[in-house]
T-cell receptor, first 114, second 115 residues
């Protein structure tokens, strides 16, 4: 089974500042990794995903994440955040087998202020 | 193209009452997932279907919970009888591929409050 840990429950940041949301995973097998975003009163939507290939993955809204196998991490970054990035961000992991299920982290609340 | 549609958006009921939540997946998607989101437990997978067949219901908390998918365009999650600890936001999601490679498309959720 796989698990994912999001180390920060809340991250406050000023607009136009850079941000990193941390995610570490645990698995005994190869994994796929995902970041989803949830805006208030909405469902989750996919930001980006790592399945294979380049370890630096670019997603929507200027976000990117880097898969680091040795550190079992998949941190999400954005060089300059906007007020509209305020949301809950979820890291998720699954095994590569077709029967594997997606397991979500507990979420990180990104609060962007002026 | 319409996304995943859930109803009702909000439901307030009293303990012991039956609750039925509904979901219409995106047309052409052959996987459907039901999740529950609470502050304490985060996002939990309850059950998922492939081509209308339940594949894994190990996340269903107890026999009070049941889910059906009578056709490719409709699914229900039923709680009978409901209890205050069932209060949560219930999400339906659909995808073309399994969740581990494909993108899950979530509905806006059904917020359930059991008094």
């Amino acid at each position: 089974a796989q698990s994912v840990t999001q180390l920060d429950s809340q991250v406050p940041v000023f607009e136009e500042a850079p941000v990193e949301l941390r995610c570490n995973y645990s698995s005994s097998v190869s994994v796929y990794l995902f970041w989803y975003v949830q805006y208030p009163n909405q469902g989750l939507q996919l930001l980006l995903k790592y399945l294979s290939g380049s370890t630096l993955v670019k997603g929507i809204n200027g976000f990117e994440a880097e898969f680091n196998k040795s550190q079992t991490s998949f941190h999400l970054r954005k060089p300059s955040v906007h007020i509209s990035d305020t949301a809950e961000y979820f890291c998720a992991v699954s095994g590569t087998g077709t029967a594997s299920k997606l397991t979500f982290g507990t979420g990180t609340r990104l609060q962007v202020t002026l | 193209d319409a996304g995943v549609i859930q109803s009702p958006r909000h439901e307030v009921t009293e303990m012991g009452q039956e609750v039925t939540l509904r979901c219409k997946p995106i047309s052409g998607h052959d996987y459907l997932f039901w999740y529950r989101q609470t502050m304490m437990r985060g996002l939990e997978l309850l059950i998922y279907f492939n081509n209308n067949v339940p594949i894994d219901d190990s996340g269903m908390p107890e026999d009070r919970f049941s889910a059906k998918m009578p056709n490719a365009s409709f699914s229900t999650l039923k709680i009978q009888p409901s209890e205050p600890r069932d209060s949560a936001v219930y999400f339906c999601a659909s995808s073309i591929l399994t969740g581990n490679t494909g993108e899950l498309f979530f509905g806006e959720g059904s917020r359930l409050t059991v008094l």
